[in-house]
């Protein structure tokens, strides 16, 4: 006979999102559903479905999870840029992982493409949440730099290894675009004379 510890109604939902994202990233999209999870974390697809309601419930709660816990991560290495402790590269890097490696990009692609019209809600909100805390002159330069760094690593975790090769460039050559345009727009603007 197994016992089961009793988790928080907190603890619980915390505990599918992990289990949900230790799917996303050996499987992929396809294999977040609550019965993948529950048995991951040994749970009953109800309470699963009391604390998302549906596939595409627990999907979106885990692009919002990937979401704060990936933005929480770029906020430190931005912060630690801008005291010169960290470099541009680190936040592009992290940037790109999250949309690859911890497939935000295949999730997001795969709830729009199931019809999840709301999919990126949570990680668009996160997104200009974190930029509005970070952006503290109201910068279109950081917004603009923002919005061509977060789809270059979605465009690069969907398709920048087989764009990369057939155009004959380096399997980084996104990142270090990416890169360069982070630290351009770091430079202070040119004085204008009589402006």
């Not at 977040?32 to 009953?44: D, E, H, N």
């Not at 970070?134 to 910068?139: F, I, K, Q, R, V």
């Amino acid at each position: 006979m197994s016992i089961r510890k009793r988790l928080s109604p907190e603890e619980s939902r915390v505990a599918a999102l992990e289990a949900a994202r230790a799917l996303l990233i050996e499987a992929g999209p396809q294999a977040v559903t609550l019965k993948a999870v529950a048995g991951r974390i040994g749970r009953t697809h109800a309470n699963l479905l009391h604390h998302f309601g549906s596939a595409s419930g627990l999907q979106k709660a885990l692009a919002g999870y990937l979401a704060e816990t990936i933005c929480a991560t770029i906020r430190e290495a931005v912060i630690a840029q801008r005291s010169g402790i960290g470099c541009p590269r680190d936040v592009v890097d992290l940037t790109f992982d999250a949309f690859d490696k911890e497939g935000a990009g295949a999730l997001a692609s795969w709830m729009l493409l199931s019809g999840n019209e709301d999919a990126l809600d949570p990680i668009v909100d996160t997104i200009h949440d974190l930029v509005v805390d970070l952006d503290e002159y109201g910068s279109d330069t950081q917004r603009g730099n923002t919005l061509a760094l977060v789809l270059m690593a979605l465009g690069d975790a969907l398709m920048g290894g087989p764009l990369a090769q057939a155009l004959e460039l380096p399997r980084n050559a996104a990142r270090d675009r990416a890169e360069a345009m982070l630290v351009e727009g770091l430079q202070p603007a040119p004085i204008t004379p009589g402006g």
